[in-house]
């Protein structure tokens, strides 16, 4: 039986919320959205999402493989980079829409920019924001961990205006 | 000038990623994913939505404000619950389409559900996963915070099937 049968049908709240049961709730694009940490830090590395032959695959590697909206493809991270995310906890939140990976990183970085995180950069707030400018974010990390175009080589950015 | 109308139009990848324009991107619904963790523990205790509206309110006040998608209207987070998030720092990822908050939370409770957070149930996987059985999830928060009903009352429950 693949693993993808095992995902339950969702039938009450209570269930749902408050058991065992296993129903990931996919929305209309058959996706459900996931948060990466690194699992000594806690930082949150990226954000990205499943289809549900991808959350397959991730339960039965235990590795990360997420589905790229960018690329329209299941993305088995680290293939192209050998940053591979090796999984060492699953969470799945209250209503089931959403999942968490706490993950090591092989090379310690998970951001196609070349940043340990996607979250380099920090936005201004409260009494710290300025009305009257711009508002800057700011470089919360200063260094690369690798060269993009080293690792990438000319792969199209995966980044869309 | 409004918060809102500092928002700045996204012109190149390099503008997004790599300078200090602050440039968010809202998807065809005009949303941007927000993953919010404890600022002392890094646990991922939500993940949520803004719209424009509720990030320019969440940058001015400092206090976490989403978009509820299940009741479509800004959700100033403890209004009714008291579990205010204050926020410490924002981050934004590198292509600017997702925001990570950490937060401290009065009350220390996230969950609708009465749990700290929002993923108090784990996946089993790898060479835990039992193909021949159900999968079934494992509670890693064992006590509730506290009581759904005494706080929420009769509000609907926002859980979607």
């Not at 995902?7 to 749902?16: P, Y």
């Not at 209309?28 to 695959?57: C, H, R, W």
């Not at 990360?64 to 960018?70: D, G, I």
Request: proline fraction near 4%; hydrophobic fraction near 30%; aromatic fraction near 10%.
């Amino acid at each position: 039986m693949s693993i993808e049968a095992k995902f339950e049908k969702r039938l009450s709240i209570l269930q749902v919320e408050e058991s065992q049961s296993f129903a990931p709730k996919f929305d209309d694009n058959g996706l459900i959205p996931v948060v990466t940490t690194d699992y000594k830090s806690g930082e949150v590395l990226m954000q990205g999402y499943l289809n549900s032959e991808s959350f397959a695959m991730t339960l039965e590697l235990g590795e990360a493989v997420y589905y790229s909206r960018s690329r329209k493809q299941i993305w088995h991270k680290g293939k192209t980079s050998g940053l591979v995310q090796t999984i060492r906890e699953i969470r799945i939140d209250d209503d089931q829409d959403c999942v968490w990976l706490k993950v090591d990183v092989d090379g310690g970085a998970s951001c196609h920019v070349g940043y340990r995180s996607c979250f380099y950069r920090s936005i201004p707030f409260g009494r710290n924001l300025d009305k009257s400018k711009r508002i800057e974010l700011k470089f919360e990390e200063k260094e690369k961990v690798f060269d993009p175009k080293k690792v990438y080589g000319d792969s199209p950015n995966p980044t869309k205006l």
